[in-house]
């Protein structure tokens, strides 16, 4: 944890990440993390929308 605000001293766990991970995963979605030390840290992930036929 870069961020020592949210440490597990203070109630942090340090699985919100890996939890999103397994989420995206489930839905057959893509996570992709790009970071830079000094300069932040981008989180994309990308869905892929099944057409669904609901005329019965």
Same mark, same amino acid.
């Given at each position: 944890?870069?961020?020592? @605000? #949210? %440490?597990?001293? +203070? $109630? $942090? %766990? $340090? /699985?919100?990440? @890996?939890?999103?991970?397994?989420?995206?995963?489930?839905? #057959?979605?893509?996570?992709?993390?790009? %970071?830079?030390? +000094?300069? $932040?840290?981008?989180?994309?992930?990308?869905?892929?929308?099944?057409?669904? +036929?609901? +005329? /019965?």
């Amino acid at each position: 944890m870069i961020d020592k @605000s #949210r %440490s597990r001293q +203070n $109630g $942090g %766990s $340090g /699985i919100g990440l @890996s939890l999103c991970k397994k989420i995206i995963e489930f839905h #057959r979605a893509n996570l992709i993390i790009e %970071s830079e030390e +000094n300069f $932040g840290t981008k989180v994309y992930f990308d869905l892929l929308l099944e057409r669904r +036929n609901d +005329n /019965i």
